[in-house]
């Protein structure tokens, strides 16, 4: 294959440019465009040209935020790659008709992927497109094809994106194409490079990739208090700056801010749900390229011959003066072209990721010769030593702050002298457990738990013998306890266990097992001097006609565990 790139100036030009590198109209030539002239009526006519001039090439384009052409940076300019397949085939697809970004992506992986398919450049409205929904969509038709490119931009305008082909032009649309080859070799890589600073904060309202409350504050007023009103007052056009950073596994993912609303949420280029903990992000312009030349060593061995580069906004607009270092260092290895996103497509094994901040790297090769050079990349210093005292400050203040803010969380979780969950927890859990079982209709038993005479034992032997029972009672229920169970101190010697997709003759049978085993355990009071305790246990499950909370169920549990005691104890009742 053959990559070419150039700026769009005049159709004169263009053809100019096409004789002189002998690009020639083909099936297997493919067309991309990344221009910042949001313009409808300028795309309509530029795709003209394409029409008139091109007319058996697949072509799919995109508006930006900033382009790419040949590893360099432009703004408020129109870039045209040429590719040319010798043994790939290509097929295309654009569509805004589905009801939402999931079924969009789902609609365009059933039209697309075929036996030989390696991987789909896509784009997507970079406003009202769901890019998370988008990809889920598409790994719901199949996992394994590789998605590269990213959500449309307007020069953080905000006001409307656009994606095309020669004949369509939409708003709020998925395009893409899949290139179809048993010779085509892909190297796909990211860099993000943004750090997580302050402590962790909890998501509290969330539908989709709108945020209403971060800590039962307004998205808004979120912003306001952490980063001050300045900030606040200029989202979401400044959000893109400060995204909001989660964990996903080792990964570490942020969400950029890409719309603000009246009632203080504000929209996300992806998904956040309830629960999820996030911290604010901000960049550093030192480790962001202090990182490049290990990125671009990955590409060492590699066939190489055509490098599409699908980049964030934040980070053109964070360092504009030296933001091409990272790109154009990649022209040195192959043409390299692309355009600034509002989110990037990445996939890491069978995962499709959606990311911001990040560069993300599309190499692509048909031929069998591999990079064998290694290309040096210029590194940059930018940071002043205060800023980089400052920037280090900022990252060990978040680590201790992330230990303390560990530990505190685990204090108010845990019981102190079982280390099992205390009864705060459990209502916290239980609550929720209730409400996932009663929508997936799936079983839920709780298991109620008492030391049967306990008062007679630290009459007899001592607080502190009594409590060495309640230890070794908690160990017996961890070691004893399935993966998904939840067990907690309830109070005193009480315990009580969670059974998540366990009906109530499995819940017994299990609780069964715990009596044998507890009834058979010993504590040693002095050297050669032990003694034994047995439980009482009382076991029920949700009923999803009559229970409508949680605490209806730990009643039933509750008057089962009291008919075990007043039946003889050291037995099981279920009710």
């Known amino acids: 294959m053959k990559t070419t790139n150039t700026y769009f100036n005049s159709e004169h030009e263009l053809l100019e440019f096409a004789k002189k590198e002998n690009i020639c109209d083909d099936e297997k030539l493919l067309i991309q465009i990344f221009t910042s002239k949001n313009n409808f009526e300028f795309i309509k006519k530029l795709l003209s040209i394409f029409t008139k001039h091109f007319p058996k090439s697949t072509l799919i384009g995109s508006t930006t935020d900033g382009e790419i052409c040949n590893g360099k940076v432009s703004t408020k ?45 896509s784009f997507i409205d970079g406003l009202r497109g769901n890019g998370e929904d988008f990809l889920n969509g598409i790994n719901s038709v199949n996992n394994n094809i590789i998605i590269s490119g990213g959500l449309a931009g307007d020069n953080s305008e905000f006001k409307k994106t656009y994606v095309f082909t020669k004949d369509t032009i939409l708003f709020d649309g998925v395009v893409g194409v899949a290139l179809n080859s048993n010779n085509l070799k892909i190297f796909t890589d990211y860099s993000f490079d943004w750090q997580a600073i302050g402590k962790k904060l909890t998501i509290t309202h969330a539908i989709g990739n709108r945020v209403f409350t971060i800590e039962d504050k307004t998205a808004v007023e979120a912003y306001n208090y952490y980063l001050g009103e300045a900030v606040s007052e200029k989202l979401p056009k400044v959000g893109i700056e400060f995204p909001l950073i989660i964990q996903n596994n080792d990964l570490n993912i942020a969400r950029a801010v890409i719309g603000k609303e009246d009632d203080g949420s504000l929209i996300f280029a992806g998904n956040l749900k309830i629960g999820d903990k996030v911290r604010f992000g901000c960049a550093d312009f030192d480790s962001i390229f202090n990182e490049t030349q290990k990125h ?34 990649y022209n040195k290895i192959a043409p390299s072209s692309g355009f600034y996103t509002y989110g990037e497509f990445f996939s890491c094994g069978r995962n499709k990721l959606l990311l911001n901040q990040s560069m993300t790297v599309l190499a692509l090769s048909e031929s069998s010769i591999c990079k064998q050079n290694r290309v040096e990349f210029q590194a940059l210093k930018h940071s002043k030593l205060t800023l980089q005292a400052l920037s280090h400050l900022i990252n ?180």
Not at 87 to 101: A, C, G, P, V
Not at 303 to 328: D, G
């Open 77 to 121: 300019k129109t870039v045209i790659s040429f590719s040319t397949f010798e043994k790939t085939n290509l097929e295309i697809y654009i569509s805004n008709k589905f009801k939402d970004y999931f079924e969009g992506g789902k609609n365009l992986a059933k039209s697309l992927i075929k036996d030989d398919t390696k991987v789909i450049i």
């Open 296 to 329: 671009v060593d990955k590409l060492l061995g590699t066939c190489v011959e055509s490098i599409f580069i699908y980049s964030c906004m934040a980070r053109r607009r964070f360092i504009p003066e030296a933001i091409e270092a990272e790109t154009s260092v």
């Open 396 to 575: 060990v203040s978040t680590k201790e702050l992330d230990i303390l803010q560990n530990k505190l969380e685990f204090q108010n979780q845990t019981d102190p002298l079982t280390k099992l969950y205390n009864r705060r927890y459990f209502s916290e859990v239980s609550n929720n457990l209730f409400k996932i079982s009663h929508r997936d209709f799936k079983p839920l038993s709780i298991v109620m738990i008492d030391i049967d005479n306990f008062k007679n034992i630290n009459d007899t032997y001592g607080h502190s013998i009594g409590d060495r029972v309640i230890i070794k009672l908690a160990k017996t229920l961890f070691r004893l306890k399935r993966e998904s169970d939840i067990t907690c101190r309830y109070g005193g010697e009480e315990f009580i266990m969670l059974l998540p997709n366990t009906s109530i003759r499995g819940a017994s049978v299990y609780s069964e097992k715990i009596r044998k085993k507890v009834e058979d355990t010993t504590v040693e009071i002095e050297e050669e001097i032990t003694i034994t305790f047995t439980i009482s246990l009382g076991v029920t499950q949700i009923d999803f006609i009559n229970d409508k909370n949680i605490e209806t169920v730990i009643n039933r549990a509750d008057e089962a565990l009291y008919k075990a005691k007043k039946e003889g104890r050291n037995q099981v009742v279920s009710l």
